[in-house]
């Protein structure tokens, strides 16, 4: 039985051995020793101390490594300091996690310290600049003196410029040209041109923030420029703008500055007056007035347009070329409206004037002739009341004395426009030789 024991013993051992779990569980090569992992270790603390010790910011961050978990302890500066030492550590061979337990300064000294070495490091900068920052000093003034002179110099551009206002403005483009010049000069000798983008682009943002402040005064200032180019009209021409009448008394940089017919001025900022509709009476020689005469419905329409064209064209104040022109405009339930119409030289006679003379001799050449002028009642007449009452015109002019319908108002006007001119002459922006419209 002891001899059976053992051999049963020896074939279970032999199926154990030769089973395939057995067989799987190998011995794993390359094991490190107890004395292999503390040198991978230290080798590991020390890589991490010498790359910490090139960096600014982490002296107080020490290092420990134990079977390749790095724990760090200390303070940094500021919290993003502390994460990025997590990328920096990882890339280390042979770290298997990392214990970070740095936290952030709270010490005043110590966070003042990296502040006031840079503020030395870039003032001790600044002194070694002195020199290279006086050369583009000095570069800056003499393109900018340069621009200076050129823009005061009087023949180029007062001969380019219809007017002193334009000529101003050229020069200041001049000016403007040569500062951004030496900026860009200076910049160069200090090999910091990269900054002129920035304070390019810093003034485009501010210079179009004040246009949208200012968006007025600019399309007023533009429309200054655009009627000096182009002027509408001259001085002491009769114009109408948006409704207003009067002489031209002076263009500005801001405004048209009009003399009413009743003495007062008006003063229109040029950006409507660049934008409106524009009558200049002056622009003209021969001007037309129309009025409207009413006759009763029983007239005889055809002699009365004949009787109204003579006396219209007999006035001596009446052009003949072009002709007066007289058509029935409307007929209502009581009264025919004629259209009479004449021209005048309206730089010798006064349109007013001349208007209301033309209605006084029509009025007294239908009164003459017997023709009825509408009544505001109605009246009822029969067939032989009507017959009795149709007069019979009378082409017959009776003769008229004439007054006189001189501009002498105009004149007056006038005197005070050019005496008004005179005292504003350098703010002037109208001149005879610009070119018209």
């Known amino acids: 039985m002891s001899a059976?024991?053992?051999?049963?013993?020896?074939?279970?051992?032999?199926?154990?051995?030769?089973?395939?779990?057995?067989?799987?569980?190998?011995?794993?090569?390359?094991?490190?020793?107890?004395?292999?992992?503390?040198?991978?270790?230290?080798?590991?603390?020390?890589?991490?101390?010498?790359?910490?010790?090139?960096?600014?910011?982490?002296?107080?961050?020490?290092?420990?490594?134990?079977s390749g978990i790095v724990t760090l302890r200390g303070t940094t500066l500021d919290a993003a300091a502390a994460i990025r030492l997590n990328d920096l550590v990882g890339r280390v061979q042979g770290v298997v996690a990392i214990e970070n337990e740095v936290l952030e300064t709270t010490d005043v000294a110590e966070r003042l310290?990296?502040?006031?070495?840079?503020?030395?490091?870039?003032?001790?900068?600044?002194?070694?600049?002195?020199?290279?920052?006086?050369?583009?000093?000095?570069?800056?003034?003499?393109?900018?003196?340069?621009?200076?002179?050129?823009?005061?110099?009087?023949?180029?551009?007062?001969?380019?410029?219809?007017?002193?206002?334009?000529?101003?403005?050229?020069?200041?483009?001049?000016?403007?040209?040569?500062?951004?010049?030496?900026?860009?000069?200076?910049?160069?000798?200090?090999?910091?041109?990269?900054?002129?983008?920035?304070?390019?682009?810093?003034?485009?943002?501010?210079?179009?923030?004040?246009?949208?402040?200012?968006?007025?005064?600019?399309?007023?200032?533009?429309?200054?420029?655009?009627?000096?180019?182009?002027?509408?009209?001259?001085?002491?021409?009769?114009?109408?703008?948006?409704?207003?009448?009067?002489?031209?008394?002076?263009?500005?940089?801001?405004?048209?500055?009009?003399?009413?017919?009743?003495?007062?001025?008006?003063?229109?900022?040029?950006?409507?007056?660049?934008?409106?509709?524009?009558?200049?009476?002056?622009?003209?020689t021969e001007r037309r007035f129309v009025f409207d005469v009413g006759v009763a419905t029983s007239t005889d329409l055809a002699a009365a347009k004949r009787l109204a064209l003579d006396t219209v064209t007999a006035l001596p104040f009446v052009l003949t070329t072009p002709a007066p022109a007289i058509w029935i405009e409307t007929i209502g339930d009581s009264t025919i409206s004629i259209r009479v119409t004449g021209w005048i030289d309206q730089h010798e006679t006064g349109f007013a004037l001349a208007r209301g003379e033309a209605i006084r001799h029509v009025l007294i050449a239908f009164d003459t002739a017997g023709i009825q002028m509408p009544e505001p009642t109605f009246r009822v007449v029969s067939h032989a009341d009507r017959a009795a009452a149709t007069p019979e015109v009378s082409p017959t002019i009776r003769e008229v004395e004439t007054q006189d319908v001189q501009s002498t108002q105009n004149a007056e006007l006038e005197k005070i426009v050019d005496q008004e001119r005179a005292e504003r002459a350098d703010k002037d922006l109208l001149t005879r030789e610009a070119r018209e419209e």
């Open 113 to 284: 310290n990296p502040a006031y070495e840079r503020f030395k490091g870039r003032v001790l900068q600044a002194l070694a600049m002195v020199p290279l920052l006086g050369v583009a000093i000095s570069v800056f003034a003499l393109v900018v003196l340069l621009g200076v002179l050129l823009a005061r110099a009087k023949y180029p551009w007062d001969r380019i410029a219809p007017n002193a206002f334009i000529a101003d403005i050229y020069r200041q483009l001049v000016r403007l040209f040569f500062v951004v010049a030496g900026i860009v000069i200076a910049l160069d000798v200090l090999n910091a041109t990269a900054l002129l983008g920035t304070v390019l682009g810093a003034a485009g943002l501010v210079g179009l923030a004040i246009g949208f402040a200012v968006r007025d005064t600019v399309e007023n200032f533009i429309a200054s420029i655009m009627l000096s180019f182009r002027q509408p009209f001259r001085p002491n021409d009769t114009v109408e703008i948006e409704g207003d009448v009067g002489k031209v008394i002076s263009l500005t940089s801001r405004a048209t500055i009009l003399l009413s017919f009743d003495g007062n001025h008006i003063r229109i900022p040029n950006a409507t007056v660049f934008k409106s509709r524009i009558i200049n009476y002056t622009r003209n």
């Open 4 to 66: 059976l024991r053992h051999v049963l013993t020896a074939l279970a051992l032999a199926l154990v051995l030769w089973s395939p779990a057995a067989h799987a569980q190998t011995q794993p090569q390359g094991e490190i020793t107890v004395e292999d992992s503390a040198q991978q270790d230290a080798a590991i603390a020390v890589r991490i101390r010498d790359i910490l010790s090139e960096l600014q910011g982490y002296s107080n961050v020490t290092v420990t490594v134990s």
